[in-house]
């Protein structure tokens, strides 16, 4: 038959496929999420099968292991005890607090680990919200600001490397980037949570953390899924008041924003494969539907492919292990 053209030619050994392949993973592209407790023990997170809330102790173990398989970073989220939690959640800067206690901890022991924390109030807020609740039930923005730069400048004077503000409120990377220059923590970087949605696929992360709201929801906020052009915003907001790196969250079902982000912007684009993501892998795989290993790899190349240059993944240490 005449036909000259034969894409097939390019896919016919491992070899050629290699060659051609245009995205490529590697340890380093990954960013691992840790739990961590206040406790003298870690404990299995009973909706993230595989997941643990770490103590410091163990925290250093887990990074460790990681650290051996290539990933070096890492993002800390806190859960807290009720006892400590507030309506202004106080305990979010407090220097002795089980964030900025394990910052220390990871410096000492991995000093080349790049540490970036979470900046919001949800896991200190007996609200269960990323910002201060007004009387009335709304989410007060600019005092919320406020409360997340005293966090921010606590976290950085541990040795935070990073900081990222997963609350969505109006202005605050401006505002924290000018608190951290003020204080003199010029080097510390911003990872802007810029196009965060108000997503159903965060159900097993809250049950981690015992952090979700406690009345209403996320949604005046966080996105709406519905939405697009409302990220391009979001993303040169973020840019014009000094992001180092911009994030989409979720990732998988949000593919479509990060490859429109990458065309406007030229800063560095994150991707956080959230806990309802892995859930879903680790469920098709354990009722042996999927091929667990197979569909991480597939799903962070999809990730990457869309334009993400750094990716937030609980698989980090598996994928890791599995491209080595
Ligand atoms: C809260 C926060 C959430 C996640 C990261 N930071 C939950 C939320 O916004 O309700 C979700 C991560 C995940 O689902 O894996 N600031």
Known sequence: MNIPIRPRRNRQSEAIRALCRETLLCP??????????????????????????????G??????????????????????????KTSKAEECFNPEGLVPRAIRAIKETHPHINVITDIALDPYNSDGHDGIVAKDGRIRNDKTIEVLCNQALC??????????????????????RNAL????????????YTAKYASAFYGPFRGALDSAPKSGDKKTYQMDYANSREA????????????????????????????RMREVTSLPIAAYQVSG???????????GWLDEEKIILETLT????????????????DAARLLG
């Open 232 to 259: 391009i915003r979001e993303a040169h907001l973020d840019e014009d008041e000094g992001a180092d790196i911009l994030m989409v969250k979720p990732a998988g079902a949000y593919l479509d924003i990060i490859q």
């Open 59 to 84: 925290l250093l173990g887990e990074i460790d292991d990681a650290q051996k398989v290539g990933i070096h970073s890492i993002v800390l989220f806190p859960a807290i005890d009720d006892a400590l």
């Open 155 to 176: 976290h950085a004077q541990a040795g935070a490397d990073v900081v990222s503000p997963s609350d969505m409120m109006d202005g605050r990377v401006g505002v924290l």
């Open 302 to 317: 999809s990730i990457k492919r869309a334009g993400a240059d750094m990716i937030l993944t609980y698989f980090a240490k």
């Open 277 to 287: 993501e892995y859930l879903m892998i680790k469920a098709a795989a354990e009722a």
């Open 181 to 192: 220059d003020t204080e003199g923590f010029k080097d510390v970087s911003i990872l802007s």
């Open 28 to 57: 380093g592209d990954f960013i691992y999420p840790l739990f961590i407790q206040d406790q003298p023990h870690h404990d299995a997170i009973a909706s993230m099968p595989g997941c643990y809330r770490w103590d410091i102790e």
